[in-house]
């Protein structure tokens, strides 16, 4: 049986970890190897009403995030938004290791800061687990410095600047973390340009085996879901990649099967508008003409 437990304040995350009280209310840094508690018995659904920046660097169990499950026996970065839901396995009997940090943050820690807004902005924190951040070791360095620099203010005399300091180096966490994610795009260029081929490959089959007047144009999240990918994930590999949002994909594909339609066929505008599942043929000749400089009906007269 799959327990759900929701877990609305730091202290009740560190009681159920048997962990000593936080030393603030609203934010905890917490060494992996300071938790001595057993491993759940039971698979555990767990929703978090914080955020979770987590740096692993030995763990042998899993983390599971919707159907999508990853393995944690390499160091990696990840992130975690408040009300996601997310699962911790271990095997029965398997001695329980861990190492790295785990950084919670109380959205109200954040309140009446420029980081409460700016935060909600970084895509990785609604990244899938298979999605998460792999560091060189030049690149961990860098992030273990900031987490140490988190971790003295953490424990230092709270006093009016804490809040600033701990901001500040948390800002700079995640502008790194921003940096080492676009660098990941660039240098995983195999595992990108196969995701990239099978969005190629997925819509390629829809086109052509869905009746797209019923059905409808594919939606973003249809096909990261179908890729087993997030969606933001996808909108980020392929603005990396080529530029273009998923939408501009999508839309691109749409153009190249409308061009063949006016070129090979008697349908009416109307008609291929409604065939590609366009509810209104304007929005349709709309978009091909941004896309070709031509209107439907000007495409068509080229050919003849």
Known sequence: MIITQNIKTINQFHQMMELPKPMHPLISLVDYESIKREPFESKVNLKLDFYSISLKTNFNGKVKYGQLEYDFDEGIFSFIAPKQVFRVEFEKGIELKLSGWLLLIHPDFLWGTALAKKIKQYEFFSYDANE??????????????????????????????SQSVIIAELDLLLTYSDRFYNRQFITRKKDNHRILNQLDTFLTGYFNNVDLAIKGIPTVELIAGNLNISANYLSHLLKMLTGQSTKQFIHDKLIDLAKEKLSTTDLSVNEIAYSLGFEHPQSFSKLFKSKTNFSPIEFRQSFN
Not at 146 to 151: A, F, L, P, T
Request: charged share 35%; proline share 0%; net charge negative.
């Open 132 to 161: 998460a951040l792999f560091l060189s070791d030049k690149e961990e360095k860098k992030i273990i410095e900031i987490i140490k620099n988190i971790e003295q203010e953490y424990h230092s005399n709270i006093d009016n600047f």
